[in-house]
């Protein structure tokens, strides 16, 4: 995506305007940002994110960088409006256009410098071509007044007036409400209080950091809008939101939307065409997500069929030459070492792929992949796309029964705040449960699991858990905190850390069984330090941080940020066979149904149930809660009808 935005990518015009929503691990924390890639002659280079701004100042000035455009304005009205010097415009227009050259000229520099071959021969060509047009610029920006022709002062007069029209049209008063209207339409979509927007940007958290830099992305008039893991730090209502955007810009635009997401619903209800990059080559599938893995299975289907059947056919063949080379080399028949020769000549050229690339019967003489081949190219199965597998151990039987956690008329406030958090909240997990907590952003989830892991005591009522519970409890900042760790101990591994955490209770191949259950098998546990891990490597490293202890209860919150989808569905899988109980915080559709409401995966999707599991299924209990107004409703329509909830809200954020 970076190739792409940066317009390495050989075939992408310079003129290409690409907006890009990027997320990066940088420092503590994750980082996002939104660049306009301006054509020539055109509107600057985008700014640097500037603290002091507010959100909406800071949402506009990236989107139309109007900053520079009123320094440009303000060099070129000073050069007209000069009455002692005739000359002025022209120095003006020459000055800006000599600016946006040098910084074309970067651009093209820095293109030349990463390609190399071919592709880096004609850029050092271009870049040696384009030199010379800077120098010309420089040449003619330093003439004197009694160098520049007459011709030239009327010609260049005029377009420095032209030019200014044009800049002080992209600032026009009417322009910049429409502007102002619409980024705060796609701020309050985005989940930004109207008493934000004046609010300084270096205040904000890096999850609202990154809505507003999302907002500066969608409000860019691009060619391009990259858009890497968009959903990361919205709730459902911001998903929503965005997804009802990005459809209407298919019939409001012309602009090509590239998303990066693990979120399937969100890719489903988008996207027209899937793009999957394996073993360094890109496929192109016409058509969602859901209809690429049905046309995968349909092809497995398919081409396993024509292999058995051309299997079957082939042993006969062979066969049938065995027998007619024996035959023939005893009885002196040539005609039957003729028919052994030719059968063979069509088990090795004949055998294989029995279709064209246009779906027709393929012949040999027509259909062949290179001139340099003989034969058919053989029959390819396509492998299933799959994250690592995830195997969770066995959470461990306790000495009694009981519940494992009960809140009771439960409520909470801030010693700071006079009106409560949480209001006689009452949830009840047994062994095997399967607890979903639904919710916006801000409406108390976070508190709620601080209650529930006992590192904040109720105002009121009681909170009380089973005396022999071990809980296991993944944040939404655990990334986070260890991406610090990494920063704090470069020589840190994920098995030193996790070797020190084990004080001693496990031994290292205990401690290296664990990690390569979970996706960190061999040298990427022992030698590659936390700062090189992935987001979802660290994901992994923190649910084996939390399972060494056999908890009987994982409190799992927003635990897909930073996994993609393949990795998401392995999680699911696991999440969903394992005995233990499990409440889940979380604005992924997929998982919740998944795992909390018990869906069954597609056909061909990994799931092998347990010793017992069927029975344990039948009696497991499955509820999806709403948190809202501090209170906590069951859902009985589960996380679809809290989806549909939402829908006439986000018709009210619609930007028109």
């Not at 007044?145 to 007069?157: G, P, Q, V």
């Not at 599938?285 to 024509?306: I, P």
């Not at 909470?412 to 916006?440: A, E, M």
Request: with cysteine; glycine share 8%; charged share 25%.
């Amino acid at each position: 995506m970076r190739a792409v935005a940066e317009k390495l990518i050989p075939g992408i015009p310079y003129a290409t305007r690409i907006a890009i929503l990027q997320q990066t691990g940088t420092n503590n924390s994750v980082k996002s940002s939104a660049s306009l890639s301006p054509p020539p002659e055109s509107s600057p280079s985008q700014p640097s994110i500037s603290p002091q701004r507010t959100v909406l100042e800071e949402v506009i000035e990236r989107a139309i960088s109007r900053d520079e455009i009123q320094n440009e304005i303000n060099v070129l009205a000073s050069a007209v409006d000069s009455t002692a010097n005739v000359y002025a415009p022209v120095h003006a227009l020459r000055q800006v256009k000599h600016q946006r050259l040098e910084k074309q000229l970067f651009e093209m520099d820095k293109d030349a410098r990463l390609r190399s071959g071919a592709r880096g021969l004609q850029a050092r060509k271009a870049l040696t071509a384009f030199e010379k047009k800077v120098e010309e610029s420089a040449a003619r920006l330093a003439q004197t007044d009694s160098e520049i022709t007459d011709s030239d002062l009327k010609e260049e007069t005029e377009a420095a007036l032209t030019l200014l029209a044009e800049l002080q049209g992209q600032l026009e008063p009417a322009r910049m409400a429409d502007i102002d209207r619409k980024a705060r339409a796609i701020l309050t979509g985005l989940g930004f209080q109207a008493a934000n927007f004046d609010k300084a940007v270096g205040s904000l958290s890096g999850g609202w950091r990154m809505r507003c830099s999302m907002a500066s992305a969608l409000l860019q008039d691009s060619d391009i809008l990259i858009l890497d893991e968009p959903t990361n730090f919205l709730d459902l209502l911001g998903i929503l939101w965005l997804q009802r955007y990005l459809t209407d810009l298919k019939t409001t635009s012309q602009t090509t939307v590239v998303i990066v997401s693990h979120d399937r619903d969100f890719i489903d209800i988008t996207c027209q065409e899937v793009i999957i990059l394996r073993d360094q080559t890109l496929t192109y599938f016409r058509g969602n997500l859901s209809a690429y893995e049905e046309d995968v299975q349909s092809k497995k289907l398919y081409f396993g069929r024509m292999q058995e059947a051309q299997d079957r056919q082939k042993a006969h063949m062979e066969k049938t030459i065995r027998e007619n080379i024996k035959v023939g080399k005893a009885t002196g028949d040539d005609n039957k070492l003729r028919q052994a020769k030719s059968r063979m000549k069509k088990v090795e050229d004949r055998m294989g792929l029995q279709v064209s690339a246009t779906g027709g019967r393929f012949k040999l003489n027509r259909d062949l992949p290179g001139y340099h081949l003989t034969s058919r190219a053989d029959i390819e199965i396509p492998e299933d796309e799959r994250g690592v597998s995830i195997l969770l151990p066995i959470a461990p039987d306790l000495r009694f029964p009981g519940p494992l956690i009960s809140l009771e008329s439960v409520t909470f406030r801030y010693p700071s705040s006079k009106t409560p958090v949480l209001q006689n909240i009452n949830l009840v997990i047994h062994t095997g449960d399967r607890i979903g907590i639904v919710g916006l952003n801000g409406c108390g989830k976070s508190t709620l699991i601080k209650l529930l892991i006992e590192s904040l005591k109720p105002s009121q009522g009681t909170a009380s858990k089973h005396p022999r519970l071990r809980l296991g409890y993944y944040s939404q900042h655990a990334v986070e905190e260890l991406q610090e760790k990494g920063l704090a101990d470069p020589s840190a591994t994920a098995l030193s850390l996790l070797t020190k955490d084990v004080e001693g209770e496990l031994n290292e191949g205990e401690i290296r069984g664990l990690l390569g259950s979970l996706g960190l098998p061999g040298r990427t546990a022992s030698d590659v330090p936390l700062g090189k891990l992935s987001g979802g490597q660290l994901v992994r490293l923190a649910l084996a941080l939390m399972l060494w202890k056999s908890p009987q209860l994982l409190v799992l919150d927003e635990i897909t940020t930073h996994l993609d989808f393949y990795t998401v569905a392995a999680l699911s899988n696991a999440l969903s066979q394992w005995n233990g109980a499990i409440l889940l915080v979380s604005h992924d559709r997929f998982i919740i149904r998944r795992v909390v409401e018990g869906e069954k995966p597609e056909e061909g999707e990994e799931d092998d149930p347990g010793p017992g599991e069927d029975e344990e299924e039948e009696t497991r209990r499955r509820e999806v809660y709403l948190l809202k107004g501090g209170k906590l409703t069951l859902q009985t329509a589960g996380v679809s009808g809290f989806e549909q909830s939402l829908e006439k809200r986000v018709q009210k954020l619609s930007v028109s």
